[in-house]
């Protein structure tokens, strides 16, 4: 997925990659996980999950590479060997020992820029994926659960949300608003990319709540709200992970897209602000690769990381995907 | 059928009417005072001439009319296909600059989705099956994924246009040349149009193949597929049922992404320079020309929801069970 939207793109990118990719991954994760029942959260199914997980190779590998990014962001900067925002050399130095990715056009330490801007990259994908996931969540499950004429209207609701290209309203909104905060960036993400997540959940309640197991519940009297988190959730579990996993990844793909059209947060470093950066002070023109090529090369990895680690743990909660 | 069209129909209407009321509040909701910024433009340098010009911008937008009825005017001009004047570019129409950036979005959008989404779909059905091409198209798919919008335009910009000089950097066409229908003409717009292209398709091709492979891998998994090999169908056959059933998820997607794919070509055409749609929308935002941005709002979510109901066509075409229950329900 990803949709990778940038993109939203999930398909495309992310969210737009995670869309397309998200509905099939949807479709051969829900099976895994129904057919467990309640079992698929006795100890010996977890510690099942666990034996393949450590011998999953693209796990393993996702995983690896993602918590290196992830350190370096959270150490990264305190290692870095110039003051990131500081102008400390001469502008437009090719890289070399002394600046490994050299300098921007203002004298800049690229390097030290890159590892400062990880920070708020992971932090909005962070907020988007959890903004999203908890929305998609609730009215999934509401319609999920309670059907009927809410069904519909939260149904309808998705739609509109779905149809309303999410880029060009925050530049609509962009252009209003004098400054906003990476917290805004994050909260606009997960409230515009909600609607896939919403949908899959939807469905996959509205299969399990016929199952024999929350006839039972219902039967022993649990409310409405406990028989959802308590008996149908944990049977999604493994889909829930999977599709925070995404939501990560494409969170921080748009994010990119926004930071590059200048909308992100004001006087923040990311990623996308050093793109946005370098395409507006020519860094193409003067063919200065290096200002532009590495951030959106670590952006690619984070993702990409993200995307195998998904399929990695795919493979580990779903037995049919498995490579004896 | 008609039940189906007015359910679909009800629900354009509703989003319409949902896109355009947000168009509209916007302005009204966000901190500070739009008029006012304008006003502050001219840097006037004492009160009087200030206050009066304001009363006189206040007046001439309409917003000292009661909040309802400038609702209401809002959408009688829209009905009048009155978008409003350019602040920036004054006094051209709003309708005007779409209607002359609108064909240039669309000559890359169009192809680039139409191309992608067909070839993806086929190559992802072959890598379903074939492991050579499987173990490319997958990673492949995975990696232009994971790259962020921005920067494959720019890396492709850089590498293919500035480095190589193989295509022009930027521009719709080349600077200086008459429009018309001459060939020194189109074949510059052509010239022009081939990296932005190229860019939107290779990003949406990656999403179409992956999702492709996973649906026909699933559905050649499914009981009808089976029994089609048990009565010893040949595996062409197979395919082609498992082709016909995964292509509706997609198709379903296909909708679902259209405002992505709108993003992503909003950061193309800025990337590229490119005169379309995306990039009048992003000067229109740094020239703060709030007119043209609500313009080009209305006109983007109206294309969503055509294209939307091209696919709705288009999915009942496909999925036969669609026209039956249609049937059955007019009989």
Wanted: charged share 15%.
């Amino acid at each position: 997925m990803s949709g990778v939207d940038q993109a939203a793109p999930g398909g495309t990118t992310t969210a737009r990659g995670a869309s397309p990719t998200a509905v099939p991954l949807a479709g051969a994760t829900a099976p895994a996980g129904a057919r467990g029942g309640r079992e698929a959260y006795d100890s010996g199914r977890r510690w099942e999950f666990l034996y393949f997980a450590v011998r999953n190779k693209k796990l393993l590998l996702g995983l690896g590479v993602e918590i290196i990014f992830v350190l370096a962001a959270i150490i990264g900067p305190y290692f870095a060997p110039y003051p990131a925002k500081e102008f400390v050399a001469a502008a437009a130095l090719h890289p070399s020992s002394q600046h490994l990715l050299g300098t921007t056009y203002f004298g800049q330490d690229v390097f030290s820029l890159l590892l400062d801007s990880l920070r708020e990259s992971y932090l909005v994908g962070f907020l988007g994926a959890a903004f999203a996931g908890l929305i998609g969540l609730a009215i999934g499950f509401v319609a999920g659960w309670r059907g009927g004429w809410l069904d519909e209207v939260l149904q309808t609701l998705t739609y509109i949300v779905v149809m309303i290209p999410s880029l060009v309203l925050l530049i609509v909104i962009g252009a209003y608003l004098k400054s906003h905060s990476a917290f805004f960036e994050g909260v606009f993400i997960g409230v515009t990319t909600w609607p896939w997540v919403a949908r899959a959940v939807r469905a996959q309640t509205f299969t399990l709540r016929q199952r024999d197991f929350v006839d039972l519940a219902r039967l022993s009297g649990k409310r409405g709200p406990a028989i959802v988190l308590k008996d149908i959730a944990p049977n999604m579990a493994s889909y829930i992970l999977l599709a925070f996993i995404l939501l990560f990844g494409s969170s921080m793909l748009i994010a990119v897209n926004y930071d590059f059209l200048g909308l992100g947060p004001t006087n923040g470093i990311s990623l996308g602000d050093m793109l946005n950066l370098a395409e507006l002070w020519s860094g193409l023109q003067l063919h200065m690769w290096w200002w532009f090529i590495p951030p959106g090369a670590v952006m690619t990895l984070m993702v990409a990381a993200l995307l195998v680690a998904n399929v990695g743990l795919d493979e580990v909660f779903n037995p049919k995907l498995r490579e004896t | 059928m008609t039940r189906y069209f007015a359910r679909k129909l009800g629900l354009y209407v509703l989003a319409f009417w949902a896109g355009v009321t947000i168009d509209w509040a916007i302005p009204r909701l966000m901190p500070g005072n739009p008029i006012a910024a304008y006003v502050d433009r001219f840097a006037l340098n004492s009160q009087g001439p200030w206050t009066a010009l304001y009363k006189l911008f206040d007046k001439a937008f309409g917003y000292n009319l009661p909040l309802w009825d400038q609702y209401w005017h809002y959408w009688d001009n829209l009905f009048h296909g009155n978008l409003g004047i350019s602040l920036y570019a004054f006094p051209e129409k709003v309708t005007t600059m779409i209607a002359q950036a609108a064909p240039y979005t669309l000559a890359l959008l169009v192809p680039a989705i139409l191309l992608s989404y067909v070839l993806g779909n086929r190559i992802g059905a072959m890598a379903a099956r074939r492991k050579v091409l499987d173990n490319t198209v997958l990673p492949l798919g995975y990696l232009f994924q994971a790259m962020p919008y921005a920067w494959l335009a720019l890396a492709a910009a850089f590498y293919l246009a500035a480095v190589e000089h193989w295509f022009p950097v930027e521009g719709g066409y080349a600077a200086g040349l008459a429009s018309g229908f001459t060939w020194a003409y189109i074949s510059s717009l052509l010239y022009h149009w081939f990296l932005p292209f190229l860019t939107v398709f290779l990003v949406s091709f990656g999403g179409w193949s992956i999702g492709m492979r996973n649906l026909v891998i699933y559905e050649l998994e499914t009981d009808y597929a089976r029994y089609l090999r048990a009565l010893g169908a040949r595996g062409r056959l197979v395919r082609r049922y498992a082709y016909r059933n995964a292509v509706l998820p997609q198709l379903s997607g296909l909708a679902l992404q259209l405002g992505t794919v709108i993003g992503g070509n909003i950061v193309t055409e800025v990337v590229f320079n490119y005169p379309g749609l995306g990039h009048l929308i992003y000067t229109a935002a740094t020239d703060q020309d709030y007119a043209l941005l609500q313009g080009i709002f209305i006109f983007i979510i109206v294309g969503v929801l055509v294209a939307n109901f091209v696919i709705d066509i288009v999915y009942i075409w496909v999925d036969p069970r669609t026209r039956l229950s249609m049937q059955g329900a007019a009989a």
